[in-house]
């Protein structure tokens, strides 16, 4: 069964950062995009990031272009997403998730269940 | 800047058939966009329902089936229970990695 955990939320500062983990188990994480979705308090889902399999490309949300840097490490079977300049709007839970297929980058995956990071002062 | 559009709510009498749609702004929506559906209660995480426009994922009950309808992905949910009454969440993927998410719309069954 794939599970997704994700972790490393809380409270922060404007202009502070923070690191979020997604840690993967049940599947071979290195064979699969993975995805970072955000959703704000009563908002809805905004898609955040993707990297591939390998790492070796990455895309971004314009909101979060140059702020947010995803990576991953295939030997932890862990996702990342280093969030930088911490903006109020940044305030949201977190989901990682899974594509459903390898090699591909379109969403359709079991996701986690979230991380919460507020932004305050 | 891609815009997608669904309902922002809808009704439906418990064991109707209602059909929710995901459209484009600027294009007509086809498989190529890997139309997915997402179900979500309050306070939950959201749940895959459907992904690349038809396939259900992993559980989903068969009363939940994706579809393209006209120039929009579909998400039809028949025999609708009182549990399906959740906020209902579509994704397109616009190609170069990037997904976008319509509004939601929100199911209620009475």
């Known amino acids: 069964e794939v599970q997704l955990l994700e972790s490393g939320g809380g409270l922060v500062q404007p202009g502070g950062s923070l690191r979020l983990s997604c840690a993967a188990s049940g599947f071979i994480f290195g064979t699969y995009a993975m995805s970072w979705v955000r959703q704000a308090p009563g908002k809805g889902l905004e898609w955040v990031s993707v990297i591939s399999d390998r790492g070796h490309s990455t895309y971004y949300a314009d909101s979060v272009k140059g702020r947010f840097t995803i990576s991953r490490d295939n030997s932890k079977n862990t996702l990342y997403l280093q969030i930088n300049s911490l903006r109020a709007e940044d305030t949201a839970i977190y989901y990682c998730?899974?594509?459903?297929?390898?090699?591909?980058?379109?969403?359709?995956?079991?996701w986690g269940q979230g991380t919460l990071v507020s932004v305050s002062s | 800047q891609t815009v997608v559009t669904q309902e922002p709510s809808f009704s439906v009498s418990p064991g109707g058939t209602v059909t929710l749609t995901c459209g484009l702004d600027s294009d007509s929506v086809s498989t190529n966009y890997y139309p997915s559906w997402y179900q979500q209660t309050p306070g939950q995480a959201p749940r895959t329902l459907i992904y690349?426009?038809?396939i259900r994922s992993s559980g989903v009950p068969d009363r939940f089936s994706g579809s393209i309808l006209g120039n929009k992905a579909a998400l039809t949910i028949t025999g609708t229970q009182t549990d399906d009454e959740s906020d209902y969440y579509c994704a397109l993927y616009v190609g170069r990695g990037i997904s976008v998410f319509g509004g939601g719309t929100k199911l209620t069954v009475l």
């Open positions: 998730a899974k594509c459903p297929y390898p090699s591909t980058f379109y969403l359709g995956g079991p």
């Open positions: 690349a426009t038809n």
